[in-house]
């Protein structure tokens, strides 16, 4: 499912009306029949509903939601900041037919309404949001913001219409204030505003709602939501005929004094996303250790210069090893030091597999980025924001606020598969393709979630996987298994990985089930 920002969709609409023949009134139509589609299927039970409409094709939106919900046997209570025969084009066309009907407009022309709106709110049950809509690009002050405050204050549940009021539609940042919607029936493709905090914060539960735009419009657009179904037709066939053998071998070279944990998460989930066999490398003194906690994972002993950090002498036999494996992941629990560095600039330059860096590793590159252009095959790198900021000189927040555009950029300049992790994780490839996982959620949010992650893409390529296709086919699974931990605290990584079996199964049968929906769908997966 492509992602569009404002211009994008703004081309996408135009594109349907002038060269595919669609009428903009009938697109109108359908963005409304789509937003009462969903609160006849999720909130029936509301008996008095109050929709805010404002000016251009958003608030046309907002009068034929406001028609239709009145012929679905709603008591409809419509608010308008644009007066009487101010709409033009689509939106004129909804205006004039509620006048001609004789349909009760309020006018929230100056503040003297503002009293009587709140007093609205006060005997509704839900508020429809059209106030804006995708392209505001300056601060909303004045007798609109004033609105949005008593809509957030009102204490009323809220459906947004294609975006919450406010909200850049491009970058989702706040434009002075937005509303806060529990749900967002976007229209046509989702926008990167809604699935990048703070806009995400404000638009709750997002639905798409197919309006009749076609899908090869938006071919040549770099950016992809990803969906469930994508995933199931990514995943790796496993025959009958299926052995250890032949399903993929993964190296893994982890671990340090403390942190022997991170190299067993790593490599267990290495093995529970489907890989047939897989090596753990680690400094010889902590093989004790880890051979006493893993049980189907297979130790390698490596040289040290001191206990549990391995010397860059071990290159040789590492790539010696990675020749006969599918894929070698690096970094879990690693110390990032000066024997690190060494070995690693060897194993970038000389891997004849491919390369998943995390943690330690990526530690150890900072500075040295440059060296992953070496690289024999594209690398794929798992940094969260914390470590992107590092990596790249900036703070953690400069990171948040433009995640896709710096994840895009700092791919394609060190020629890297680049994993930016937090909610909703982006994957940018080097060549500006990228994508969003709209999978994960507060029980990823602790220690050794990041090794899991690194050992389950490691599987995907063994299994033959493309780069590219493991990269997104890991996230959205361990995503999703982080969804299926029960709510609340007392919970570990561990459990993420445990629900990993559970996560595979319920693809086929969400899959399945969205296809019977294909007009409105909810852009997480569960």
């Not at 066939?237 to 982890?254: D, E, I, Q």
């Not at 996303?273 to 003194?285: F, H």
């Not at 794929?380 to 950029?409: C, D, F, K, W, Y």
Request: glycine share 12%; charged share 20%; aromatic share 4%.
């Amino acid at each position: 499912m492509k992602v569009l920002g404002s211009a994008a969709m703004k081309e996408a609409d135009r594109k349907t009306i002038e060269e595919i023949g669609m009428p903009g009134a009938v697109l109108m139509e359908t963005a409304a029949l789509r937003v009462v589609e969903f609160i006849l299927s999720s909130r029936p039970e509301a008996k008095r509903l109050v929709v805010l409409a404002g000016p251009g094709n958003n608030g046309g939106d907002g009068l034929a939601v406001a028609r239709l919900l009145t012929i679905a046997g709603f008591s409809v209570s419509l608010w308008s900041t644009v007066k009487p025969g101010g709409y033009r084009g689509d939106a004129g066309i909804n205006e004039q037919y509620l006048e001609n009907i004789s349909f009760q407009f309020h006018r929230i022309l100056d503040q003297s309404a503002l009293d009587r709106l709140t007093e609205d709110l006060s005997r509704a049950e839900l508020v429809i949001d059209a106030l804006l809509g995708i392209g505001v690009d300056r601060e909303v002050e004045g007798l609109l913001a004033n609105i949005i405050d008593i809509i957030n204050n009102s204490g009323l549940p809220v459906v947004a219409v294609d975006i919450p009021s406010g909200v850049n539609a491009d970058s989702g940042a706040i434009m002075g204030c937005a509303v806060r919607a529990d749900w967002t029936v976007t229209f046509a493709f989702p926008k990167p505003g809604l699935l990048s905090y703070p806009g995400a914060e404000k638009a709750g539960d997002i639905y798409v709602g197919q309006i009749n735009i076609p899908s090869f419009l938006v071919e040549h657009e770099t950016v992809d939501l990803l969906t469930a179904g994508q995933i199931l037709n990514m995943l790796p066939p496993r025959p009958k005929s299926a052995h250890k053998g032949n399903m993929g071998r993964v190296l893994v070279v982890a671990g340090s004094p403390g942190m022997s944990g991170a190299a067993v998460m790593a490599a267990e989930s290495a093995l529970m996303g489907g890989a047939g066999l897989v090596y753990l490398a680690a400094a010889q003194s902590l093989s004790p250790v880890l051979s006493a906690r893993l049980v189907e994972v297979i130790t390698i002993d490596l040289p040290e210069i001191e206990p549990g950090i391995i010397s860059s002498a071990s290159a040789k036999r590492v790539l010696d090893k990675a020749g006969t494996c599918d894929v070698l992941a690096v970094g879990p629990g690693l110390d990032p030091g000066k024997e690190t560095i060494g070995l690693l600039e060897k194993l970038i330059k000389n891997s004849p597999v491919p390369l998943v860096l995390d943690a330690g590793a990526l530690e150890a590159l900072n500075g040295r980025m440059e060296l992953l252009k070496e690289a024999k095959k594209t690398p794929v790198l798992t940094p969260h924001p914390g470590e992107m900021a590092r990596l790249i000189g900036t703070s953690v927040q400069e990171v948040q606020l433009n995640r896709l555009e710096l994840a895009r950029g700092y791919a394609r300049r060190w020629n890297s598969i680049l994993l930016l992790k937090g909610f909703n994780t982006i994957i940018a490839d080097p060549d500006g393709k990228a994508a969003i996982s709209p999978t994960g959620g507060p029980a990823l949010a602790t220690a050794g979630s990041g090794d899991l992650l690194t050992g389950l893409v490691s599987s995907f390529i063994a299994q033959g996987m493309t780069v590219e296709n493991a990269a997104r086919t890991g996230v959205f699974i361990h995503g999703l298994a982080g969804d299926f931990v029960p709510e609340g605290r007392g919970h570990m990584a561990g459990d993420v990985m445990k629900c990993y079996k559970k996560a595979f199964q319920y693809l086929e049968k969400e899959s399945e089930g969205r296809a019977k929906k294909p007009f409105l769908q909810r852009i997480r997966p569960y």
